[in-house]
């Protein structure tokens, strides 16, 4: 239960960072949150991930499903995709890597305080 | 332990952060990209997106509004001329930002700022051209007009008020994908967008060619297979019209050789083939409304985001529809509520080389009727991206830049410093003409105005609502001597250079002429009694076979002339292929017999889907090149044109030839078919059709395929009158009935919205591939509008 209000946190706190900061805040969040909950790294990484694929991939939503994929489309295809949806999960999981690697970090350092 | 790993882990993440936040090579920073609120993912527009909206702009001097049509087309009503233009910048910039900057940077020469040194030789050779001193030189006039200088900036005012407004997601998404930002416009910029078009449309020219040539052909020989005008045209100004006396004495050439020669048998400029357009207008006897109807497709280059953005204008005095170029004010091509008119290029030589003699062991010095003259120098300053910057001196002379030098060889070699000696580095103001023309009344007010239109030289169509119909073959020339200018010329004489300027109400024109129509689609201007003298690159095939159908036209209807635009009878077929199958003969395989007896029976029409479009064009490619190979060590590049060479076989198969190859033409039809089945073998594994093997490309700016649309299922090529080649053709066909009631149809291969993500970036280009068209809505000039296709507004208060 905890961990999933911490992938929430994450994700909330990380979209409103990006209004006005630029795209890397998807490190400094998740590293941030890292240091202060009190998860094992395992945990951490999990919540970083989630939170920063959850964000990602439903920004990304917001967008493409209005647009009917016309754009999506196009951009996979410059990116030698075959198709949007394979285009989608690799954005949201490079997101969620990016979030989960950070948190993992960040959880290390409070144990070493 | 555990400090290692997070040390570790930190210098990953941070470096993952770090690649992905930098471009590598060409791949743009991909983290910044994919971000879904401020990358790539903004540029995905709802397909339902609500365009109205409300605006401030203090710099308005009354309140404005934009009525947006179901199709994206704005229609601006303004209460005075500021701030029609202030809103036409401010518009075309919502929808076109990137391409406008492009394509001012293409003009200018400063692509390699944001693509880097690939793009260097071809900033290098816009600079040497004096591409920039001549849009200079043209911007200090149209700044010294009041009218033109409000019109621009009022446009650039418009523009930078959106540009300030926008933070990194609202950029257009290919300045993410390249990676560099926006910056503020200014006049020079709608100069050098005009420039660009001028340098399009008179940029090609046979005198370093045509100097080659001369070396290896006899005059015969010459005469022969580059005439002056092609026999038979149907010339712009009906042939027959009574010119007035010509104001000018015509100069006679210099007595001694004025041409210089040249021993270096390999040089050679690359020729661009046949930019071309089509026009024309029918008198009300000739149509079935009684109006006259005006019809104009300029063929440019097909590309994303289209050149042409469509717009209606309105202000006290004006009300009129049309075609802009998104990067400069007012409409190029359109009509207005009394007067219609289109542009074809018209291909009058304004552009001659003169062969510098430079002062030995001095650098800096020339010679001029045996003086020492001394070169004007322009640093040019070539900034490239990630590369130290570059700066080009560039010499001016009396004629003009030298363009080619042993530092920079003209495409082939040839070393020999050139000048070149452009009307486009002339202080000309063709936005002035725009502004006259958007506001014309009448026949005169309209001629008052394309007199302001000096280069490019066009062939102007015109028709109003009292029913008159005109052409003039408009542009600013010079009083030429016999040839000046067909070839590089001497230029350390003064007798070789450039004399005094034609009035210009002595272009040739016509207005309502006997024949009931008039029609250009870029062939010779007048027939040999009109008094100056002039060449150029003109060509036939499209005009032979628009006056053919023209002068049959009784009770024409919108509709037909649709039909007509999209035409693709080949008169080059239709007069060349009986005589290939007349000597065509000798053992052949079933499939090539079975090809044979299709093209016998096929009706000259080069439909998208037809085989025998495909089996004429590939045979006709082979019968050409074999044709002119080895003839006489002409290059490639500088054969004759298809409609001599079609002359010449039709003249061989009568029996009277003096070319070697055209001797036997029972050998040349074998071996040219024979050639030609290869090629339709391959061709006809993915089965044999006319489209897919000439594959019309409507290409993005940036040559992205997943933004581009190829092999488009649409007929026709360059010698038919729906021209649609590879990656040329017709790049807004347009339609006007001049009635009571002006009744306009019009579409251009492309959409209104520059952004790919946009379902309005290429929503018309179905249309234009089957010959459809949109009706474009003109309304009334009035505060109020009732037409229910009008869905977004724009309110744009002070």
């Known amino acids: 239960m905890r961990l999933l209000i911490f992938i929430i946190l994450i994700a909330i706190l990380s979209a409103i960072a990006e209004m006005s900061f630029p795209w890397w805040v998807i490190a400094i969040i998740p590293f941030v949150a890292g240091i202060f909950i009190n998860k094992k790294g395992g945990a951490s990484f999990i919540a970083g991930f989630a939170g920063i694929a959850l964000f990602w991939l439903v920004a990304v939503l917001i967008k493409d499903i209005p647009n009917e994929h016309i754009l ?32 993992w970090a960040g959880s290390l350092l409070r144990k070493v305080n | ?171 257009p998404l290919e300045y993410k994908l390249m990676g560099f930002e926006p910056e503020p416009w200014t006049n020079i910029k709608s100069a050098l967008l005009l420039k660009y078009m001028a340098d399009d449309l008179t940029g090609s020219t046979n005198d370093i060619p045509l100097s080659y040539l001369r070396e290896i052909l006899s005059p015969e020989m010459l005469r022969l297979l580059y005439p ?125 080389y003169y062969l510098i003699k ?51 060889p003209a495409e082939g070699g040839l070393k020999k410093p050139l000048a070149m000696c452009w009307m486009g580095h002339k202080a000309t103001n063709e936005l002035l003409a725009v502004y006259l023309m958007n506001r014309a009344t009448d026949y005169e007010s309209w001629v008052d ?15 109003d609502r009292k029913g008159n119909i005109a052409l003039w073959g408009q542009g600013q020339f010079i009083n030429k001597w016999k ?17 005094d300027l034609i009035p210009m109400r002595e272009n040739p024109h016509i207005l309502n002429p006997a024949q009931g129509y008039v029609a250009s689609a870029n ?32 009770n024409a209807s919108i509709e037909d002339m649709f039909a007509l635009q999209n035409d693709t009878y080949s008169t080059l077929a239709a007069s060349t292929l009986p005589v290939m199958l007349k000597n065509l003969s000798g053992d052949f395989s079933t499939t090539e017999k079975a090809y044979i007896e299709q093209l016998k029976k096929w009706d000259y029409q080069l439909k998208a889907d037809g085989a025998e479009g495909a089996l004429f064009q590939i045979w006709w490619y082979f019968l050409y090149n074999r044709t002119w190979s080895g003839f006489s060590n002409v290059p490639a590049l500088f054969y004759p044109l298809p409609e001599r060479t079609m002359q010449l076989i039709l003249e061989a198969d009568s029996g009277k030839t003096n070319i070697p190859q055209l001797a036997h033409l029972n ?39 997943a933004f581009s649309y190829d092999h488009l299922k649409i007929g026709g090529w360059g010698n038919t009158v729906n021209a649609a080649k590879s990656n040329h053709g017709p790049s807004w066909r347009m339609v006007v009935q001049m009635g009571k009631e002006i009744e306009a149809y019009g579409v251009y291969p492309g959409g209104q919205s520059g952004n790919p993500g946009s379902k309005y970036y290429a929503d018309f280009l179905p249309k234009w591939v089957e010959g459809k068209y949109n009706k474009l809505i003109f309304l009334p000039n009035a505060d109020t509008q009732t037409n229910t296709n009008l869905i977004y507004t724009w309110t744009a208060h002070q």
């Open chain 2, 1 to 171: 332990m555990r400090i290692v790993l997070a040390i570790v882990l930190i210098v990953i993440t941070g470096g993952l952060v770090y690649t992905l936040d930098h471009p590598i090579s060409d791949l743009p920073a991909i983290g910044k990209l994919v971000d879904p609120i401020n990358g790539c993912w903004a540029n995905a527009e709802p397909t339902g997106k609500n365009f109205t909206t409300d605006l401030k702009f203090p710099a308005l001097k009354n309140n404005t509004t934009v009525w947006l049509d179901d199709r994206l087309v704005p229609h601006i009503h303004a209460r005075n001329d500021h701030d029609i233009y202030f809103m036409e910048g401010y518009i075309h910039a919502s929808f076109r930002l990137w391409q406008m900057d492009m394509e001012t940077r293409a003009a200018a020469g400063r692509v390699s700022e944001v693509v880097g040194k690939k793009a260097f030789d071809y900033d290098r050779k816009q600079r040497r051209k004096g591409m920039v001193y001549g849009a200079e030189r043209s911007l200090q006039a149209m700044e010294s007009d009041p009218r033109t200088k409000l019109m621009m900036d009022a446009y650039s005012e418009g523009i930078n008020t959106y540009i300030k407004g926008l933070k990194y997601r609202d950029y």
């Open chain 2, 483 to 499: 040839d000046q200018g067909k070839y590089i010329m001497d230029g350390s004489r003064s007798a070789t250079k450039w004399g």
């Open chain 2, 523 to 554: 062939q010779c201007v007048t027939d040999a009694s009109y008094p100056y003298l002039y060449n150029g690159d003109f060509i036939e095939f499209r005009s032979w076979r628009i006056n053919q159908v023209l002068s049959k036209t009784q």
């Open chain 2, 228 to 352: 002056e005008t092609i026999a038979g045209s149907a010339t712009v100004i009906p042939a027959g019209t009574k010119f007035d006396k010509p104001s000018l004495a015509i100069p006679v050439a210099p007595k001694d050789s004025t041409f210089p020669h040249f021993t270096t048998k390999d040089f050679k400029e690359a020729k661009e083939d046949g930019i071309g357009s089509n026009n024309w207008a029918l008198a009300g006897s000739r149509t079935k409304n009684g109006a006259a109807i005006l019809c104009n497709d300029p063929h440019l280059g097909l590309h994303l985001p289209s050149l042409w953005y469509e717009v209606q204008l309105q202000s006290p005095g004006m009300n009129v529809y049309g075609a802009t170029l998104s990067g400069a004010p007012g409409v190029i091509i359109g009509f207005n509520d009394s007067v219609s008119w289109g542009f074809t290029n018209n291909y009058r030589d304004v552009k001659d």
């Open chain 2, 667 to 705: 050998v040349l039809m074998k071996l040219s078919f024979k050639e030609a089945m290869d090629s339709v073998a391959k061709a006809s594994n993915s089965g044999l059709a006319w489209y897919k093997v000439k594959n019309t490309t409507v290409k993005h700016l940036t040559n992205l395929p």
């Open chain 2, 358 to 408: 430079k002062v030995d062991d001095d650098g800096s010095k020339y010679w001029f009727d045996g003086k020492q003259m001394s070169y004007t120098k322009r640093l040019e300053t070539i900034i490239i991206k990630n590369e130290l910057t570059y700066v080009d001196t560039v010499n001016y002379t009396t004629h003009g830049p030298v363009i080619y030098d042993r530092q920079f």
């Open chain 1, 72 to 103: 999506s489309r196009k951009m996979a295809t410059i990116f030698k995709l075959p198709n949007y949806g394979l285009l989608i999960l690799v954005v949201t999981v490079l997101g969620g890597l990016i979030g989960g690697l950070a948190a």
């Open chain 2, 449 to 463: 105005g394309i007199l302001n239109f000096q280069c490019p030289a066009q062939n102007m169509v015109y028709a």
